[in-house]
């Protein structure tokens, strides 16, 4: 194989990586309320950031909180479906790990609000 083909396969892998994302992200939506709701929730947070015009850093913590609190949605949810593959019956550790993964996500979505506050607060009520 040359090493045009190893670019051109290289490439390819890419792009499959790109289309299994997307469909994780699709199925994600359509089948968890969580994440749909945080997805309705960045649209409306960046369409505020945009009127209200936030500065650059302001831009790059919003889009980090948005970004993180979506990325560990979904990881949530693969752990959730992981453990429904192991199990469909009541485990103490299948609920261990069901709550700790909702546990991070809590702690980061309450993070996420307290500095949407810090930021949005003075420049809407101030
Ligand atoms: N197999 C199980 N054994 C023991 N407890 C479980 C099991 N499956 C779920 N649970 C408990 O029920 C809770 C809800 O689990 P479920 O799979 O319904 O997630 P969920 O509430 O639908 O989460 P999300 O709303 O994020 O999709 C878990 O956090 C856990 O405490």
Not at 29 to 56: D, G, M, P, W, Y
């Amino acid at each position: 194989m040359d090493s045009k083909d190893q670019r051109n396969n290289g490439l390819k892998r890419f792009l499959r990586s790109f289309v299994f994302a997307s469909a994780g992200i699709k199925d994600t939506f359509q089948t968890e309320r969580n994440f749909k709701i945080h997805c309705i929730i960045s649209v409306a947070v960046i369409i505020t950031s945009i009127i209200i015009s936030l500065s650059r850093v302001e831009w790059i913590i919003v889009l980090f909180l948005i970004g993180g609190t979506l990325a560990l949605e979904l990881i949530n949810t693969a752990l959730e479906k992981i453990v429904d593959l192991v199990t469909s019956e009541y485990h103490p550790l299948a609920k261990a790990a069901k709550d700790a993964a909702a546990g991070a996500v809590f702690i980061y979505a309450i993070l996420a609000a307290i500095i949407g506050m810090i930021i949005f607060f003075p420049k809407i009520f101030l």
